[in-house]
């Protein structure tokens, strides 16, 4: 009678083990594949993930957030001196050049824009659009 009882449990043992055995396995694959999917969706780049928005951010930053970032730099970094003269072109230029050296990267790339179309104007547009004196 005990060798049957210890057959049953035996049995029952290793059904119970085989089948925890096989619900983990299942689990970790199912872990697995996830932890692909996810890093296949994060290694995406902006315009994989959504171009739509992608486009219009881009298009926003170079036809709004750059041209205004250029006004400002010129702003800070070109006010003429003294207060109630009206910087010429070149200095203007001048001045953009000499804070350069200062400047990170990304202001950098502005700077040399804003230069680049700055040398484009004529004088006469130069004064009309870029700086009036102050009152």
Do not use: H
Not at 46 to 51: A, R, T
């Amino acid at each position: 009678m005990l060798g049957i009882l210890e057959a049953i449990e035996n049995w029952v043992k290793e059904l119970l083990i085989s089948g925890i055995e096989t619900n983990l396995a299942r689990m970790f694959g199912d872990v697995n594949e996830k932890v692909g999917e996810i890093a296949a969706q994060v290694g995406q780049t902006p315009q994989g993930w959504n171009s739509s928005i992608f486009g219009i951010m881009q298009s926003l930053s170079e036809t709004v957030i750059l041209p205004i970032a250029e006004i400002n730099l010129i702003d800070i970094y070109c006010k003429p001196n003294p207060p109630r003269r009206t910087a010429t072109k070149t200095e203007t230029i001048t001045r953009i050049a000499d804070a350069y050296n200062f400047m990170d990267d990304c202001m950098k790339e502005i700077a040399m824009t804003a230069a680049m179309k700055l040398s484009y104007l004529s004088d006469a547009e130069f004064d009309k659009t870029v700086f009036t004196p102050a009152q």
